[in-house]
């Protein structure tokens, strides 16, 4: 199993363009998350999806920050526009459904970098 | 409202030193799961542990060994005889069993441990 499989893993853009982050979980899991790390906050939970359908986007920053999962093997982030405050390392994470398996594998993480 | 505190934000030993990491978390749920993850100067999570709220036994892997009390609501983390590749940054966790699924996350404690 190749694990969760995040790209790109760094990113340097300029504020006020497009950054797409993408993921594409382990193979039958139903359950995919997206975190952000940073110094000042930690882990935070950006936004979950079970089945392809986002379940809970309370951690969505505001709506320049957008997150969809076409299919059971895709997700994207996207941030539009970015700015320097949102730099830092975005991690994907999936499971599988079933309760006694609730452990979260996660990706490498992509770290970006808005100038 | 569910709570992780991770109240050491770094810790400092010499090899071969062992070293506690503490977690104390809150929860109404009467049934949860408890995790650890390293993440080591590269970045990505490595799940460590799991422990669910009805099994209080102390677990013990290798060097590794945690400590459960739920009447204390903490859940422990030991490294014995400490070596240079523990060095890290380690997070606790809490997730509901039911509902989200949700993974509440500590802001971890640094670990660094020296030659």
């Known amino acids: 199993d190749a694990g969760v499989i995040q790209s790109p893993r760094h990113e340097v853009t300029e504020m006020g363009q497009e950054v797409t982050l993408r993921c594409k979980p382990i193979?039958?899991?139903?359950?995919l998350f997206w975190y952000r790390q940073t110094m000042m906050r930690g882990l935070e939970l950006l936004i979950y999806?079970?089945?392809?359908?986002?379940?809970?986007d309370s951690g969505m920053p505001e709506d320049r920050f957008s997150a969809k999962m076409p299919n059971a093997s895709f997700s994207t982030l996207k941030i539009q526009p970015s700015e320097p405050r949102d730099s830092a390392v975005y991690f994907c994470?999936?499971?599988?459904?079933?309760?006694?398996?609730?452990?979260?594998?996660f990706g490498a993480g992509s770290r970006l970098t808005v100038l | 409202a569910q709570k992780v505190t991770q109240a050491q934000t770094e810790i400092s030993v010499v090899e071969k030193e062992d070293v506690t990491l503490d977690c104390v978390y809150e929860?109404?749920?009467?049934?949860?799961?408890l995790f650890w993850y390293k993440q080591p100067p590269s970045g990505e999570l490595v799940f460590l542990i799991r422990?669910?709220?009805?099994?209080?036994q102390n677990e013990i892997s290798g060097r590794y060994s945690w400590n459960f009390q739920k009447s204390t609501s903490s859940f422990n983390f030991t490294i014995t005889a400490s070596q240079v590749v523990d060095s890290a940054v380690y997070f606790c966790?809490?997730?509901?069993?039911?509902?989200?699924?949700?993974?509440?996350f500590g802001t971890g404690t640094r670990l660094k441990v020296l030659a």
């Open positions: 994470a999936s499971r599988p459904t079933h309760s006694g398996a609730n452990v979260l594998t």
């Open positions: 193979s039958g899991h139903d359950y």
């Open positions: 999806f079970n089945n392809n359908v986002p379940i809970d």
């Open positions: 929860t109404r749920d009467t049934t949860y799961y």
């Open positions: 422990r669910n709220s009805f099994d209080e």
């Open positions: 966790a809490l997730s509901e069993v039911s509902g989200t699924y949700k993974y509440i």
